[in-house]
């Protein structure tokens, strides 16, 4: 399909098995059923008046390149979904188990619980969320597959279930106020954690943070609380915020200098903290 007109996909369905382009402004509308089972499809332009439902089949993809949107359909992936239009905010409910491919700066909104997939995200790709559901199903998992790429926790108050892996060079930002909480083993996670605009970023365990990642909290008003952490602390913590040790923590510091030398440190709730190099 080229499509630089409008197609009406009220009461009905659109299959294409091959892909193809839609460039017009609102060139897709209605509340029918827009099927992709193969090629990729290229949205550039918005389509506010798509409703009803997108579907995305296993061997197909959706790209929204420049100021492409998909209205405000559900958006079944199987197949990938390619993000490439920047400043994205996407309303879409997603489901499925396919691919999310992020390679812009991109904000979901939508209520993603239905989605079960993976988020990979590239050396341009900023994807930025303030609801845990956000990101889908707590068994939907985040990859930061190159340096660069980076996954905003913003005004997010709860806990994120979803592992998050990242290779060295990408950043996890916690800021504009969000109190966030990890769950997920994230061993795999090699980036680095940044904590700003009075904001708290709380773990129970080591691998909630990832293997060697570091955490820098930007202010007095960010805080990293390990809270009910019982172990060694092996993560290097920087910047002027505060590491808290709360909910009868009880950890060691494998190193003093893995400290910052402006941070703070608050010891409470029946909790302790053991130096083991001036032991």
């Known amino acids: ?3 630089s007109g409008t197609v009406d996909l009220t009461g009905g369905t659109l299959n294409l098995s091959a892909g193809g382009t839609s460039s017009a402004t609102g060139g897709l509308t209605g509340d029918g059923t827009l099927s992709v089972t193969g090629g990729d499809l290229s949205v550039s332009a918005a389509n506010s008046s798509l409703a009803g439902t997108t579907q995305i089949g296993k061997n197909a993809s959706v790209t929204l390149r420049d100021n492409g949107t998909l209205g405000t359909a559900a958006v079944a992936v199987t197949g990938t979904l390619n993000l490439l239009a920047d400043n994205l ?6 489901s499925g188990n396919g691919q999310v491919s992020t390679q812009a ?3 979901l909104s939508g209520d993603n619980r239905s989605f079960t997939g993976e988020h990979h995200l590239n050396s341009n790709g900023k ?3 303030s609801q845990a559901q956000n990101l889908g199903a707590d068994s939907a998992t985040v990859h930061l597959d190159a340096a660069g790429a ?3 926790l913003s005004n997010l108050s709860g806990s994120i279930h979803n592992a998050l892996y990242g290779v060295s060079g990408t950043t996890v930002s916690v800021t504009g106020g969000s109190k966030a909480e990890m769950t997920a083993d994230n061993s795999g996670f090699l980036g680095n954690w940044l904590v700003s ?3 708290l970023l709380r773990v129970a365990a ?4 990832g293997k060697d990642s570091s955490v820098n909290l930007a202010a007095a008003g960010d805080t990293l609380q390990l809270a009910g952490y019982q172990g060694i602390f092996a993560n290097n913590v920087s910047g002027s915020g505060l590491l808290s040790l709360t909910d009868s923590a009880a950890v060691t510091l ?5 400290l910052g030398a402006d941070l703070a440190v608050g010891i409470a709730d029946n909790s302790a903290l053991t130096l083991s190099d001036l032991a």
């Open 206 to 209: 080591g691998n909630n943070l």
């Open 197 to 199: 605009g009075d904001s």
């Open 89 to 94: 905010t996407l309303v879409n409910a997603l």
């Open 254 to 258: 494998d190193s003093t200098q893995k």
């Open 150 to 152: 980076g996954l905003v």
């Open 1 to 3: 399909m080229s499509n």
């Open 105 to 107: 700066a991109v904000t």
């Open 127 to 129: 994807l930025t969320v």
